[in-house]
């Protein structure tokens, strides 16, 4: 399965072997074929996909050590991937200093502050002085915010500290080529997850915020061709970030965290469920985005309860768990980020200074899948195509999901057309494992404090409670939106965006029983003023 694209081309005379030996197989085996060929969507075994972003971490950091511990062919780390303190030639040589250097180590723990991965960050980490990606310059990035981070950045977890991930990639598959979409932050990623775009934003965009994006998501064209799917959500739904999403036709799709087991339970699980972890850290509930200074303890409890959920539900033959991370979040990775021949999306471009055109990918991050359709121990690295530069980043989601539901759609972007689909990853086997474990291992906590809810709110929280208040109507407010987030406390602003997310999903329901046209959007109105008032489009 390993690495398609790096085996050398068939000759013509193993080539039309292979395809008569395909063949013949096909004739002597039929429902093999089918279900392993995938034959456009027929004979799928796949009907439900879940899929769970997580935050703010590389694929050395996560998994990179199980090369050495679990799967030598894994393309991790061993060791000697080393970052220069600087990757100025210039400044090296007049200094005339042995080469400075931090290399990568396997003592990863619980990390506290956060390194940097804004779109300026990431391209100091990519490049360094080179102008190609030359992955050098993370240590020289994170010094220039303190000489702790540098040390953090270049660490990766032994495969003990996250053991939800040990047992999945011993059981099921990792794909080791996976990127983020583009070379900056969180939200930007994010809404490639669904949109294969984020239409032209390379950081966190408030008026934009405010308007939702404009853009098509899968979930549209899931539901215009009578397939189902679900947002379960913990404290607010981030795809509410996508305007359409907030639609009264929509409203029913989003459920509370807890009515994803129930789901499961009662074989009821749409073809596409969005699982969206905690992002507060809250005593008692602990924040489990895995985002610094998050424990990632939680991050591993909460795909272990996912996976167990799924793995008891009479829907689990039926079914595919993606995990992956939104992006790197700071944390070196060594594989070399592509820049040749990647799509623009949609033609935007980016803001000053950069102008962004698009046309990279973003630092590789951990992709774990699920299924008894996988075969135990996968490594997926590129994709087989569409195109022969196709990789596997966010948008190889809607990609797969169009092709698995055989979705009559349009693709959303240029950058889904291209991006490498994943349905083989279920086209190994001819009938579903019953080896799988039902129960996974315990992952002992690596913060040794509490959650500190009098802290200030990070900058994606800060975004949360942005979105919070677009959807209670308090935008409109002259402290927004910078001044209502700076003052709050994560424990404010918890309770804040809970209350935005329940006062607008209740009114909406209320438009649509007073007979509100599908395509509105409930638009409240500060609790300072009393009415809601309903926009069309
Ligand atoms: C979508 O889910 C429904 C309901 O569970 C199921 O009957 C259907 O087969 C699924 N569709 C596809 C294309 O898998
Ligand atoms: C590299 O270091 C030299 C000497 O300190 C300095 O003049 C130059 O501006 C630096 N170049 C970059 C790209 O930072
Ligand atoms: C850096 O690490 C040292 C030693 O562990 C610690 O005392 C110090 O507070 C840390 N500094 C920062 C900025 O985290
Ligand atoms: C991680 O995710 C958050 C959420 O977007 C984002 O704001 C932040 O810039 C990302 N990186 C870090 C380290 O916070
Ligand atoms: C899934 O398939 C396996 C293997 O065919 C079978 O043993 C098991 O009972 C099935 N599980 C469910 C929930 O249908």
Redesign the pocket.
Known sequence: MKNFQSLPKPTMKTTIIFLLVLTLFGVLDPTHFAQAIGQD?QE?P???IVVLVLENRSFDHMIGWMKKYINPSINGVTGRECNPFSTNLTQKHSQGSAQEAICFTDDAKYVDPDPGHSFEDVEKQVFGSNHVPSMDGFVEQALSVSQNLSETVMKGFRPENVPIYAKLVQEFAVFDRWFSSIPGPTQPNRLFVYSATSHGSTSHITRQLAKGYPQKTIFDSLHENG??FGVYYQNIPTTLFYRNMRKLKYVFKFHQYSTFKQHAKD?????LSVIEPRYFDIKGFPANDDHPSHDVANGQKLVKEVYETLRASP?WN?SLLVITYDEHGGFFDHVKTPYVNVPSPDGNTGPAPSFFKFDRLGVRVPTIMVSPWIKKGTVISSPKGPTPTSEYEHSSIPATIKK???LPSNFLTHRDAWAGTFEHVVGQLSSPRSDCPEVLPEAAPLRRTEPDETRPLSEFQGEVVQLAAVLNGDHFLSSFPDEMGKKMSVKEAHTYVQGAVSRFITASKEAINLGADESAIVDMRSSLTTRSVIHNK
């Open positions: 969507g799928q796949i009907k439900r397939k189902d074989g009821k699980l749409p073809n829907q039926e698995i539901f055989n």
